[in-house]
């Protein structure tokens, strides 16, 4: 699927005072505001960000600490408690698919050793759920494997994470592959802008993907492990690697590697031959995870198929559009 993109103050002011001062630390980006305006409700919970953010600083015994943040769908503004320690506050809108962040967090929060240096998911210090909102350990917002400058290198970083929790239980009510299936047969049931015979396999990819789920052993997914969502610990902290914003859905492992062909495009195309390039992704992390590197493959070119419905023909200058155009034809 398309993806979906932390000021200082000496003394926070939080609440309705701060907005009558004109000077709440709980700032939103227009950039962040103009992207969010066309989305459904947003006249409703747009302004309830802030508010939820004031109200969780509170009750959580942070203050404002930076900047404020954005990704394509959440908010996060950094934050310290009154011991110094360092954190980013995140809250996210009433999207279906950010519903199980927390809980997922949670779930896989088992999974790290105290001083262990080993990648893996971020573990919240406190959440939320039903307000949207997660406190987190601050992590070095420059530092992602997106601008790590051995590619693959990072492939084999996100390929342990993804090791870490592959076999993680389901969450019950999470979103489900299904749920992504029915969404994508919806789409690619008429004809669209891509061949027909790109089509017609995409089509039937969907076919038997949906026979493999009906017995296939299924666990909880990140669902979309770029190399931009795995920051580093800060410079002051013990070196290591951390997966972020998942968007949790019940499957098959060979879903997850999607999210890292479309990315770090430019370094597949240096060597020449991208279309290598990224089959060589998938068999690293096939080796590191045991997942069926064909039917990643076959995952991988449906989902292509199905975003170039939405990248077709007016948006081939989309940062995904080539990888998407390239691995519809696998």
């Known amino acids: 699927m398309l993806p979906t993109p932390v000021r200082r103050y000496s003394d926070a002011v939080t609440g309705t005072a701060a907005d009558e001062l004109g000077r709440s630390p709980w700032e939103i980006p227009l950039a962040y505001q103009e992207a969010a305006a066309d989305e459904p409700g947003s006249d409703r919970w ?28 959440s ?32 779930a896989w929060s088992g999974d790290r050793q105290p001083g262990s240096s080993r990648p893996t998911m971020i573990i919240p210090a406190a959440a ?36 870490a929790i592959t076999r993680t239980p389901p969450l019950p009510g999470a979103v489900t592959l299904l749920d992504e299936l029915d969404q994508i047969e919806t789409r690619i049931s008429a004809d669209g802008p891509v061949p027909a015979d790109q089509l017609d396999r995409a089509r039937s990819r969907l076919t038997e993907l949906r026979a493999h789920l009906t017995d296939a052993d299924q666990g909880l997914l990140h669902n979309d492990l770029h190399f931009s969502n795995v920051l580093h610990a800060r410079p002051d902290a013990d070196p290591a ?45 096939c080796a590191v995870t045991g997942y069926d590197p064909e039917l990643v493959r076959s995952c991988a070119q449906l989902v292509a198929v199905f975003n170039l419905y939405g990248l077709l023909p007016h948006r081939r200058d989309h940062l995904h559009a080539p990888p998407y155009l390239m691995i519809a034809d696998w």
């Open 46 to 73: 747009l302004p309830e960000l802030r508010r939820t953010a004031a109200w969780c600083a509170e009750r959580w015994g942070v203050v404002p600490d930076g900047p404020a943040r954005h990704g394509w769908t």
């Open 75 to 106: 908010m996060a503004w950094p934050v310290i408690d009154r011991g110094g320690a360092r954190f980013v506050l995140k809250v996210s809108p009433p999207v279906r698919y950010l519903d199980a962040e927390a809980a997922a967090l949670q």
């Open 128 to 163: 939320e759920p039903e307000r949207q909102a997660i406190l987190l350990p601050r992590l070095d917002p420059e530092r992602s494997l997106e601008d790590h400058p051995d590619a693959e290198e990072a492939v084999g970083i996100i390929a342990e994470i993804l090791a």
């Open 241 to 285: 690697w951390f997966g972020i914003d998942p968007l949790p859905i019940t499957g098959i492992g060979e879903w997850e590697p999607i999210p890292l062909l479309r990315n770090r495009w430019a370094d597949a195309a240096a060597t020449g031959d991208p279309d290598r390039a990224l089959r060589r992704r998938v068999d690293q992390v």
